[in-house]
Structures are given as C-alpha cells and as structure tokens.
C-alpha cells in the first residue's frame, strides 16, 4: 500500500538560512498534518491542513510557514533557521478531522542545522 | 496539565512472552480516538493499532490488541509473543473530538521497550 512520502529524508542546513520540507500523502487523503520532534522528545504538532486551508495551528514558529497545494502535497518553510530548529519533522495524512480518523505517518526529514 | 501518561519510560521483556505498555489520558470530551504508534530507532513513526472512545470491543491487529478501560481512561497496549523486532519507542496518543481543537494528535511521553533474546 502506498505511504506518506517526505523528501529529503535528511537535511543540513547552517544556522540563518532557509528549508523546505515536501510531504506526499497517501492518495485520496485529503487532510496533512507536521509535526516536530525533538531529540529524546515526542513529537509536536505544528500545523495541518484540510482540502488546501489551514484547518489548525500549534506551537509553529512564526519563521516557518506551510501551505497545502492543489494535488494535495504540502511543503513546510522555514527561515532564518536556529540550531533549536534541529530536530524530525514528521508529515502524515488522514482521510478526515474527526477524532476517530487514523493519521498515517511518513518516514520523517532529519534536519540538521549547524 | 499532561494529557497522555505513560508511567514506563523503560521497559524490558522476554523474547516470546507478553508485555503490557500502559497509558493512561486525560478529556473531558466525549468523542475521541486513542493510537499506539511505534518509532524504532530508524526514527519512522508507524501505526500500530487505534481504539475509538464509542467503541465497545477492545482492538486487535495481529499481535497488538489495546486493553481499553473508559472508566479508568486507560488505554495499555498488550503486544503478545514479543520478537526481537519490537525493540523500539512506543507512544501513546490521542485525538480529541468535537469540542476542541480536533486535528492534532497528541503524544504521551513514550515507553522504550527493549526485547532480551
């Protein structure tokens, strides 16, 4: 069965600059969600989408921004990157925002920022 | 105040005996879902098994069935006839429902399971 796919699985960047992260979700789902985990840490939600709008918001940075395009693929920015920023950003998708919709989970983006 | 509690933050087990990962959360909302997701050291986050708070059976998926106890808002996770294999970070997670926020899904503490041969 097809899964999330995240591109690039890992990612070294200097402090200041920029990133983006991409997110396939499994087709037919409609809904993405990141989340961020530190090191030793479970992970946080960031941000999600539902059918290409921001449907809710977590502890996300205003340095970073996503949006959800027309294929349904989303991309995570993040500038002025700090080494705090270090850390496994997950995507996943669901089918829904109902409380008992299942979000599958892609292989996640190391990012590196020295 | 922590809405997922996992007491264990290391446990050990057998090669081919049962294990119980507890969990146990914290809603006031009356619809929600509850997950069990399994990170190994790779770091991908991988899906095991959900239970829905209107769900009247506890689930089962192969070896994984989740031990659900409402009253108690406990959520453990049984993983029968342990492998080498299911040596990983287990979470425990939850999606709360109509009320509130309802999209994120949010993570217990984790449980390190290490399985001995």
């Known amino acids: 069965a097809a899964g999330v796919i995240q591109s690039p699985r890992h990612l070294i960047k200097e402090k200041r600059e920029t990133a983006t992260l991409k997110c396939y979700p499994i087709?037919?789902?409609?809904?993405v969600y990141w989340y961020q985990q530190g090191p030793g840490q479970d992970p946080q939600f960031l941000i999600s989408?539902?059918?290409?709008?921001?449907?809710d918001k977590g502890s996300i940075p205003d340095r970073f921004s996503a949006q959800q395009f027309s294929d349904y693929h989303s991309e995570l920015n993040m500038s002025s990157l700090e080494l705090g920023d270090s850390a496994l950003y997950f995507c996943?998708?669901?089918?829904?925002?109902?409380?008992?919709?299942?979000?599958?989970f892609g292989p996640g983006t190391r990012l590196t920022v020295l | 105040a922590q809405k997922i509690t996992q007491t264990q933050p290391g446990m050990f087990v057998q090669e081919k005996e049962a294990v119980t990962l507890d969990c146990t959360y914290d809603?006031?909302?009356?619809?929600?879902?509850l997950f069990w997701y399994k990170q190994p050291s790779s770091g991908e986050m991988i899906f095991l098994i959900y239970?829905?708070?209107?769900?009247?059976q506890n689930a089962t998926e192969g070896r994984y069935s989740l031990n659900f106890q409402k009253a108690r808002k406990s959520a453990n996770l049984v993983i029968s006839a342990s492998q080498l294999g299911d040596s990983a970070m287990y979470f425990c997670?939850?999606?709360?429902?109509?009320?509130?926020?309802?999209?994120?899904?949010?993570f217990g503490p984790g449980t390190s399971l290490s399985v001995i041969p």
């Open positions: 996943a998708s669901g089918t829904g925002t109902s409380g008992t919709d299942t979000q599958y």
């Open positions: 087709p037919r789902h409609d809904t």
């Open positions: 989408f539902y059918e290409k709008m921001q449907s």
């Open positions: 809603t006031s909302d009356p619809s929600y879902g």
């Open positions: 239970q829905g708070s209107y769900d009247q």
């Open positions: 997670a939850m999606r709360e429902g109509a009320e509130t926020s309802y999209d994120k899904v949010i």
